[in-house]
């Protein structure tokens, strides 16, 4: 299949990386064209990888990755094109994270990033996912020694479901993988950033990862 991944930071590399290392096709998109972490990335990655402007990415891909720094994603998506997301899975992974003050969310409590796409976008088929892990644990799932649970929320049934079979080629385990229900559920998943930060700061080190155990 054919990603478009609207981002170049860590999150953007990893998703597009792994997608082309799996078969697909992925085109990083950034503001411009050209963005030099997009051609380094391109010239890793190799066949399959490509890269151009948000729009460019959009475009190009049969489903659409957010991965862009979520205090602008809105800014992002609407450069990619209200056109080019049409009828699309668009796979949310961004947190809200205030520029200046990177404990502060933008956005949460009666509301979300999440939320705020799906109303940018209505025809946008909107899938809250990964947003509550280190890049790296994203795709590959399996570096903890140990399993985990991934989340998803979105209020499109067939696009969760394509999502789920996503994560399960980047190594998820179906039964580790938790439908929180609609897309207001992103509130709960973007919040978690705040303790996130936290477990990091005590543990020192951002390789961890939620496991629900129950009876
Ligand atoms: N890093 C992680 O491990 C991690 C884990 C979970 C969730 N997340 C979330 O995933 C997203 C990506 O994180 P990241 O660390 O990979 O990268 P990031 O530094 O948060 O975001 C980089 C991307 O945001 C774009 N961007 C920055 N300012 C912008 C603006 N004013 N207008 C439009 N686009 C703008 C950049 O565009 P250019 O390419 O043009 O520079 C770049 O493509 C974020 O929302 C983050 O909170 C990250």
Redesign the pocket.
């Known amino acids: 299949m054919r990603f478009g991944v609207?981002?170049?930071?860590?999150?953007?590399?990893?998703i597009a990386g792994k997608l082309v290392a799996i078969g697909h096709e992925a085109r990083m998109?950034?503001?411009?064209a050209g963005?030099e972490?997009?051609l380094a990335w391109v010239a890793e990655a190799g066949e399959g990888a490509s890269e151009g402007s948000?729009a460019d990415a959009a475009g190009f891909g049969e489903v659409v990755v957010?991965?862009?720094?979520?205090?602008?994603?809105l800014?992002?998506l609407e450069?990619a094109g209200a056109k080019n997301l049409r009828g699309k899975v668009l796979i949310d992974?961004?947190?809200?994270?205030a520029d200046t003050q990177p404990t502060t969310l933008t956005v949460a409590n009666t509301d979300s990033?999440g939320e705020q796409i799906q109303r940018a976008f209505p025809e946008a088929r909107v899938v809250k996912t990964?947003?509550?892990?280190?890049?790296?644990l994203?795709v590959a799932p399996d570096s903890l020694g140990e399993t985990t649970n991934a989340f998803l929320c979105g209020d499109d049934a067939g696009a969760k479901a394509q999502v789920t079979e996503l994560l399960e080629t980047f190594g998820w385990l179906s039964g580790d993988i938790i439908d929180l229900g609609d897309i207001t559920a992103a509130r709960g998943m973007e919040m978690y950033?705040m303790l996130w930060l936290k477990l990091m700061g005590a543990t020192g080190t951002?390789q961890f990862n939620i496991r629900i155990v129950k009876d």
């Open positions: 609207l981002g170049t930071g860590m999150v953007g590399r990893a998109g950034s503001r411009e963005n972490k997009a948000f957010n991965a862009t720094a979520g205090a602008h994603s800014e992002a450069a992974i961004g947190n809200a994270m990033l990964l947003n509550t892990m280190n890049a790296g994203m950033l951002a």
